[in-house]
T-cell receptor, first 113, second 109 residues
Framework: DAGITQSPRHKVTETGTPVTLRCHQTENHRYMYWYRQDPGHGLRLIHYSYGVKDTDKGEVSDGYSVSRSKTEDFLLTLESATSSQTSVYFC????????????FGPGTRLTVL | QKEVEQNSGPLSVPEGAIASLNCTYSDRGSQSFFWYRQYSGKSPELIMFIYSNGDKEDGRFTAQLNKASQYVSLLIRDSQPSDSATYLCAVISFQKLVFGTGTRLLVSP
């Protein structure tokens, strides 16, 4: 997982509490992505960023918000966690459209009770 | 229609055989195409990247891209039991990196 970390790696929380997951990269990649992975659904895009303060929604963005105040960090916030948001969350970065530099973080396992 | 489609499998091949994994995509403007391998409980690992029509080879892996047919494939030669994993196809579409649901490959000794 060269140059990309996620924190926390594991979290258990209760329904209704806010949760923030952090993705940190040292690759100076422009694009950053948040996914969730659930059995039978593959990797589903939640939100993505194409630059500092430039973000957009993915296919499963309801209940999630993001922020990117600097190149290195991309934060995913669950405003009020629900049990349906129990999942494994992955962050990914991309250097550019025609770059083969693309990395995934190690993942965060989130359980909402 | 999903943006990226893959057969979920499992695809079973004997050791030493060629495994052929396929992926179709819906956005004709897609520019770049990726293949990942994911072992259970691990994060996806990039194994191939292609953006030009034709073939790209890297060791035992060959990626094939046909933009006219909106089709990208991955061939794994001399398959090994350690290749048993889920293979994910992804494309860049309107700045989004979009994934298929993956094909599970089983290589039997």
């Amino acid at each position: 997982d060269a140059g990309i970390t996620q924190s926390p790696r594991h979290k258990v929380t209760e329904t209704g509490t806010p949760v923030t997951l952090r993705c940190h990269q040292t690759e100076n990649h422009r694009y950053m992505y948040w996914y969730r992975q659930d059995p039978g659904h593959g990797l589903r895009l939640i939100h993505y960023s194409y630059g500092v303060k430039d973000t957009d929604k993915g296919e499963v963005s309801d209940g999630y918000s993001v922020s990117r105040s600097k190149t290195e960090d991309f934060l995913l916030t669950l405003e009020s966690a629900t049990s349906s948001q129990t999942s494994v969350y992955f962050c990914a970065t991309l250097g550019g459209y025609n770059a083969d530099t693309q990395y995934f973080g190690p993942g965060t396992r989130l359980t909402v009770l | 229609q999903k943006e990226v489609e893959q057969n979920s499998g499992p695809l079973s091949v004997p050791e030493g055989a060629i495994a052929s994994l396929n992926c179709t995509y819906s956005d004709r403007g897609s520019q770049s195409f990726f293949w990942y391998r994911q072992y259970s409980g691990k994060s996806p690992e990039l194994i191939m990247f292609i953006y030009s029509n034709g073939d790209k080879e890297d060791g035992r892996f060959t990626a094939q891209l046909n933009k006219a047919s909106q089709y990208v494939s991955l061939l794994i030669r001399d398959s090994q039991p350690s290749d048993s994993a889920t293979y994910l196809c992804a494309v860049i579409s309107f700045q989004k990196l979009v994934f298929g649901t993956g094909t599970r490959l089983l290589v039997s000794p």
